[in-house]
């Protein structure tokens, strides 16, 4: 029996991973290394591959930072009512609760051309959806979970008697952080930095909705192979595709070393 539950779990790997990965390189060098380079260096596939890069970079730095803090207030803010606590605990889960596509909406709703709000940005010279800070704002609302929820079971499990000693010692706030707190949480940050520009760099939904995927100006990595399929360029969407799944399979073998550091410590 257990060999039948192995080599269903095959199966089911070689059927949902390997074919299609295996599919898609075919499709990407189906006109040889030449057609999978001309792919790539297009001038809307250079464009696109930056602007997902911007993006990434962005939404990493702004969800490293706001994520640290979210997850410090929720388990370190004594000061913080326990009911608005729980309502915060909740509203950080609310991204896997929604499909990114609504999220996206709801920003559109929220910040659009034909909202308040986006009236009064556009007023200032600051365009919101259909530009990068729409784009920036969706995929931070998908990914701003992750963060939070790799930093909260560490804060919980090291407790504040460290962190109580340095204060009683006469340690300001940076210097708790930097010298107590931070050693403890550092893999675990690592980790959550890894997840999040994995999210970031597939994210589609959301981006597609806020972006309108507008070519050579908010058209992301995944927005366009999704633009290639839709005209039938195989090649050129199995190169891009290709390139996003080899920098993801190398995300996961540094997620497994940083499991493996973070377990360690």
Do not use: C
Request: proline content about 3%; aromatic content about 10%.
């Amino acid at each position: 029996m257990r060999k039948l539950w192995i080599g269903l779990t095959y199966l089911v790997f070689f059927l949902l991973i390997a074919a299609p990965l295996g599919k898609m390189a075919i499709g990407a060098f189906s006109e040889g290394f030449g057609g999978f380079w001309n792919a790539l260096t297009r001038p809307e596939a250079l464009h696109a591959l930056m602007m997902t890069g911007l993006v990434v970079i962005v939404v990493t730095l702004l969800n490293t930072l706001f994520g640290i803090m979210m997850a410090l207030y929720l388990v370190r803010a004594n000061w913080i009512n326990r009911r608005l606590k729980g309502l915060l605990n909740s509203l950080v889960d609310l991204p896997y609760a929604v499909s990114p596509v609504i999220g996206g909406l709801m920003i559109v709703l929220l910040l659009g051309p034909d909202s308040a709000l986006g009236a009064i940005f556009e007023g200032i010279g600051l365009k919101i959806v259909y530009a990068i800070p729409g784009m920036i704002i969706a995929t931070l609302f998908v990914t701003f979970p992750l963060m939070v929820r790799e930093v909260m079971p560490v804060l919980q499990e090291i407790g504040s008697q460290q962190e109580e000693a340095a204060s009683t010692l006469g340690a300001r706030g940076w210097t708790i952080f930097w010298k107590v707190t931070w050693p403890s949480i550092r893999w675990a940050v690592v980790y959550g930095v890894i997840l999040t520009v994995a999210r970031s760099l597939g994210e589609f939904g959301a981006v597609l909705v806020v972006s309108g995927n507008i070519m050579n100006k908010t058209q992301t990595a995944t927005t366009l192979v999704y633009q290639d399929v839709e005209n039938f360029n195989v090649t050129a969407a199995g190169g891009i595709a290709l390139v996003l799944a080899a920098f993801s399979a190398g995300l996961l073998l540094l997620m497994e070393w940083t499991k493996r550091r973070k377990e360690v410590q």
